[in-house]
């Protein structure tokens, strides 16, 4: 079955920098696009960054721009996102989804499966 | 970007009432919106997929309809199950941003 789990979250002082991954399994990883999304304790879902099939593609929400780095390995079906100059805002439950995938000349969109979450929290 | 507005915020309705949840996008995203249930402490959940697409194993006493700009996901018959958080989420962009979310409490 599909299976994201993250890893890397932990408690960061501002300005610092953490490293997520998400291990991917189950489904054909390099077919996928792939976001992370987050969730500030009590707060609705932000998406954070978004990456291509490939990786030669990637988005980035305004608050994260200059400061997060999204990447992905396909040979360890694993995805990435690099956090520095973290702030106190940036505290968050981190999740990764499967966005969607194209296929014959048609595209879906879909964050069909998450991952548990990580929590990142950035403070003094 | 594109924002998007979901109403209501909060939402008291008892079981079998009829729920509709409204998203307003700032400009038209066609037909690529989304619609996610939240549990506390649960990752979100895929209902619905370009508009009124239901995800494989959700009940079909939701349904999701709309175009251009607003947009509206449906209970049909609130269950005990179905108090949760909504989020509607649009693809038109590759900025994949969400709605604020509505809460379905237990009037």
């Known amino acids: 079955q599909v299976q994201l789990v993250e890893s890397g979250g932990g408690l960061v002082k501002p300005g610092g920098s953490l490293r997520l991954s998400c291990a991917a399994s189950?489904?054909?990883?390099?077919?996928?696009?792939m976001s992370w999304v987050r969730q500030a304790p009590g707060k609705g879902l932000e998406w954070v960054s978004y990456?291509?099939?490939?990786?030669?593609?990637?988005y980035y929400a305004d608050s994260v721009k200059g400061r997060f780095t999204i990447s992905r390995d396909n040979s360890k079906k694993s995805l990435y996102l690099q956090m520095n100059s973290l702030r106190a805002g940036d505290t968050a439950v981190y999740y990764c989804?499967?966005?969607?995938?194209?296929?014959?000349?048609?595209?879906?969109?879909?964050?069909?499966?998450w991952g548990q979450g990580i929590l990142v929290t950035v403070s003094s | 970007d594109i924002q998007m507005t979901q109403s209501p915020s909060t939402l008291s309705a008892s079981v079998g009432d009829r729920v509709t949840i409204t998203c307003r996008a700032s400009?038209?995203?066609?037909?690529?919106l989304a619609w996610y249930q939240q549990k506390p402490g649960k990752a979100p959940n895929l209902l619905i997929y370009?508009?009124?697409t239901l995800e494989d194993g959700v009940p079909s006493r939701f349904s999701g309809s709309g175009s251009g700009t607003e947009f509206t996901l449906t209970i049909s018959s609130l269950q005990p199950d179905d108090f949760a958080t909504y989020y509607c989420?649009?693809?038109?962009?590759?900025?994949?941003?969400f709605g604020q979310g509505t809460k379905v409490e237990i009037k």
């Open positions: 989804a499967r966005d969607g995938y194209c296929s014959g000349g048609a595209c879906y969109w879909g964050f069909d499966s």
């Open positions: 400009q038209t995203i066609s037909d690529w």
């Open positions: 189950g489904f054909a990883f390099h077919n996928y696009y």
């Open positions: 990456i291509s099939h490939s990786g030669n593609a990637v």
């Open positions: 370009k508009v009124s």
């Open positions: 989420q649009q693809f038109n962009t590759f900025s994949r941003t």
